[in-house]
């Protein structure tokens, strides 16, 4: 059951690009999304969230955009950095007390000099 | 920065045996998970607790697993008999508010290999 599905499995960008990261859902109930960041051996690492109200949130590089009709968000990334090369996870929740989070399969980004 | 600790970072056991998971959270977050990542898969949700209490648990969540908070600062998972499918990396996470807006802390976590 598959409600958070990131369908690109990696992306190579060029430092000081942009990264367009995305995702979809299908769980009209998910209230909160969530962007992580995974190196190696580490755990994720939150990034940035939207609530389901708003369709941008901005942190530094970090943009979220959310279309609700669309089921659809995106994490852009701007400019990119050598530092940013980890696998992303897309993640909802329902809201709610101790709210679980469901998670994408991930999407590898690969920032090139 | 505040940080969750798991323990150990890497744990070999035989396929039967109980294995413990152990986890600091945050000192002043409320709210605690248990989360695994399967070689090659997503993380998944296994288990909330609030309140010295279970919130929520996944079907994962059967009744070879279970939860502790022993203590003030320590939070636990207990796979009973372990069976060759529970190998995956397994991530304690914890946040101040459970609502999700505000992002869960994870710890680096804690390689189980059952052989």
């Known amino acids: 059951d598959q409600q958070v599905k990131q369908n690109s499995p990696s992306l190579s960008v060029q430092e000081g690009r942009i990264s367009i990261l995305n995702c979809d859902y299908t769980n009209s109930m998910f209230d909160y999304f969530l962007w992580y960041k995974k190196y190696p051996a580490e755990g994720p690492t939150f990034l940035i969230s939207?609530?389901?109200?708003?369709d941008k949130n901005e942190d530094g590089r970090f943009t979220v955009f959310l279309n609700k009709s669309a089921k659809h968000l995106s994490l852009h990334i701007v400019p990119s950095q050598p530092g940013d090369s980890a696998v992303y996870f897309c993640a909802a929740s329902e809201g709610g007390t101790a709210s679980k989070l469901t998670f994408g399969t991930g999407t590898r980004l690969q920032v090139t000099l | 920065e505040p940080e969750v600790t798991q323990t150990p970072s890497h744990q070999v056991t035989q396929m039967g045996q109980e294995v413990i998971l152990r986890c600091v959270p945050i000192?002043?977050?409320?709210?605690f998970y248990w989360y695994r990542q399967i070689l090659g898969q997503k993380v998944e949700f296994l288990v909330s607790?609030?309140?010295?209490?279970?919130s929520e648990k996944s079907e994962i969540f059967d009744d070879q697993f279970s939860v502790e908070r022993p203590d003030g600062s320590n939070f636990t998972l207990k796979i009973r008999s372990t069976k060759l499918e529970d190998s995956a990396m397994y991530f304690c996470a914890s946040s101040e508010w459970g609502t999700g807006l505000y992002g869960y802390t994870f710890g680096s976590g804690t390689r189980l290999t059952v052989v």
């Open positions: 607790f609030y309140n010295n209490e279970i």
């Open positions: 000192s002043n977050h409320l709210y």
């Open positions: 939207i609530s389901s109200i708003k």
